[in-house]
């Protein structure tokens, strides 16, 4: 359903991202690994329209969105949870998942009750502040947030760092039950390799901003994956 073809991605005159082909079919969960500053969050910015490709193509489902704006992209079914989260701390829990809609056509503006079976606490939680959860509800509502306009694709930039291990479990429950429902493919950027191929069936790692390595899940070799993850 995505496709990015020979990427290069800059900022500046300093090149980040280089020769990227990289794919993700319908309903599949890919994961993106690799240490620090390889270049894991400049590929979604790419995927999401934040950043514009030196060369190379973009396509969603066939039909090239290289420069299409972010806004068109996320009409298209493309959702971002991006690294730290994001929430908006003075708006509360209700008014960030409305935010949410805004990707979606004028008449489709609730929130759907799948959103509160997924994360049943936001939905006790509905008059609070953003700012006044916990860093790990605060994950569960950017991803509900996201969640909200059913997109098609949706990336995770490392939706488990400094999560308290039991919402880290919740969150992987969401990404399973998303994964078994099919009809949304999940880019996930992770450090945690166990959290990454238990829940990925495809995965890539980045290593100077190129594909080290990439495989199935199921037959890549832990140890191939680690030597581009310890310092
Ligand atoms: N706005 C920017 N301007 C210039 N360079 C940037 C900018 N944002 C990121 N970079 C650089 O681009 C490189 C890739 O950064 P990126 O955030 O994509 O890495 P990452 O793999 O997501 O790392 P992390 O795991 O730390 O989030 C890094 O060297 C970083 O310093």
Do not use: W
């Not at 079919?25 to 993106?32: D, I």
């Not at 009809?183 to 238990?198: H, P």
């Not at 069936?201 to 191939?224: H, Q």
């Amino acid at each position: 359903m995505l496709t990015m073809k020979s990427l290069e991605v800059c900022y500046g005159e300093t090149v980040i991202l280089r020769n990227i082909d990289f794919r993700i079919r319908e309903g599949e969960v890919v994961s993106l690994l690799g240490r620090n500053g390889v270049g894991k969050t400049t590929l979604l910015k790419t995927v999401i329209g934040l950043l514009r490709p030196r060369q190379g193509k973009i396509y969603l489902h066939d039909k090239e969105i290289t420069k299409d704006k972010p806004e068109q992209r996320a009409k298209n079914g493309i959702a971002y949870v991006p690294q730290g989260r994001e929430v908006f701390p003075q708006l509360t829990v209700e008014e960030n998942l409305l935010l949410g809609l805004e990707a979606l056509p004028k008449r489709e503006k609730q929130i759907p009750h799948e959103v509160f079976e997924m994360f049943p606490m936001l939905n006790t939680m509905l008059q609070r502040k953003g700012g006044d959860l916990s860093g790990g509800q605060q994950q569960q509502l950017a991803i509900a947030r996201a969640l909200v306009a059913r997109p098609k694709l949706l990336l995770l930039d490392e939706p488990t760092e400094g999560i308290q291990p039991n919402i880290v479990m919740e969150i992987e429950n969401v990404i399973r039950l998303l994964k078994a429902q099919g009809d949304m493919a999940i880019l996930l950027v992770e450090q945690s390799l166990d959290f990454a191929l238990s829940l990925a069936d495809y995965c890539y790692v980045l290593e100077k901003g190129a594909v080290a390595a990439e495989g199935k899940a199921s037959e890549i070799e832990d140890e191939t994956i680690r030597q581009y993850l310890t310092v």
